[in-house]
């Protein structure tokens, strides 16, 4: 069986009469996978901070709630974590809120719960960078802002915080890179982003090699750009006189 | 609250559960066998002087690592049922898809576990290299007498991670209709209406095997590090 090549088949029309190209559909993929990425990752981020910080302050309490939060997100798969988010909890919350999710369009339900359930997720691994991060720094300058007569929100905010998160970019590099390749899972709850395109052209097309070529260069330029641009940032915030780099 | 849950078919699916579980921990075990052996031998030859080797590693592992695991998956499902009826004259009809799913993860694990490894052999003192070969070893059996066993020790906790992080994305082959643990629990809850109780108890299955591996990873750790302390 031999395969037959058509890279035009991008410039082809879908026929569903909107006049746009399969290849208008990939890049649709394109921006849905990139706007459900970054939507997640700013909720993780603001997440992952409060929840990498409270595991590092005194209270023991707020500890235990901090690891609890973690270690759940941690050792429940993507996968399952996400058809949770969309099926079930509509179900569980007060019948007028889960009745009011049900009635919005399907792609809104889908988005909502892939951004919060990506988000939720890697939330979860920032804020383990985010502790590292606090934690590397000598245990002499969280006593030494207290002796001064900051209180401990003073002590994070002014002195821990602002050379934590100097320390925690490169690591997060990778949990940003994370986020894009995780966002192909939301295709499985139908969400149209990038991989989920490239299954639709392969079942219009009967063009898989096309399709999931084009798919994959994608991830890698996504790829590409994301460590381009998280290294601008690293060479902005380094630290001088730390290793590393 | 709204929600009347009611357990009572999870007991008689049990047993399909367990079937699946044994899908999920068969392709965890292969990829975790493969990925080691396949990821040790990437690693040295990404480390290697003679440049074409390192460049193959470096490509394999950078492409590899650049592509979401459900989209790796989707490859697989597509070109290897398409080479095996080609090469070992299968009939397009036989399921390969677990086939598939093992040789998909256990190439795209290979590219983890290759980072890992090479962090290992570089977390090796250089001294080590240069004392061996001094002892009139070649640098091939320098590699294998000397580095890598020491590698390999710094880097157990890191493996057994992997290994965590590996178990769980073994629920993606869902893409494929497989039935693995999740696969299952999805379809028993889809065929008796009780797709909630269902995915909260997989979600509460995952949640402990994993939980208690990486307690014992934990302890591992803590284990070395006493261990290492005390030389």
Known sequence: MSYTWNWAVFAQDTSMGDGSTYGAWMLAGLKMTVTVSLSAWVLALALGCLVG???TVPSKGWRGVA???VEVLRNIPLLVQLFIWYFIVPELLPKAWGDAIKQMPPDVQQMGAA???????????VSEQVRAGIQSLPIGQTRA?????LTLPQAYRLVLLPMAFRLVVPPLTSEFLNIFKNSAVCSTIGLMELAAQGRQLVDYTAQPYEAFIAVTLMYMLINVVVMGLMWLVERKVRVPGYMGQ | MAYEFDWSSIPGALPFLLEGLGVSLKITVTALVVGMVWG??????????????????AGYVNLFRAVPLVMVLLWFFLVIPQLLTQWLGLSPATDVRLTSALIGFAL???????????????????????????LGLSRGQAMRLVILPQA???MVPLLLTQAIVLFQDTSLVYVSALADFFGAAYKVGDRDGRLVEMLLFAGAVYFVLCFSLSRLVQRLQARSAAHAAAL
Do not use: D, H
């Open chain 1, 67 to 69: 690891t609890a939060y």
């Open chain 2, 152 to 154: 390999l020790r710094n």
């Open chain 2, 108 to 134: 795209f694990e290979s590219a983890y576990y290759a980072e890992i490894v090479r962090a290992g052999i570089q977390s090796v003192p250089k001294g080590q290299m240069a004392a061996a070969t001094a």
């Open chain 1, 145 to 149: 802002a207290l002796a001064l007569g």
């Open chain 1, 53 to 55: 910080v409270l595991r």
């Open chain 1, 115 to 125: 951004i919060v359930c990506l988000g939720l997720f890697t939330s979860a691994r």
């Open chain 2, 40 to 57: 040790t031998v990437l690693a040295v030859m990404r480390l290697s002087p003679i440049a074409p080797l390192r460049w193959f590693a």
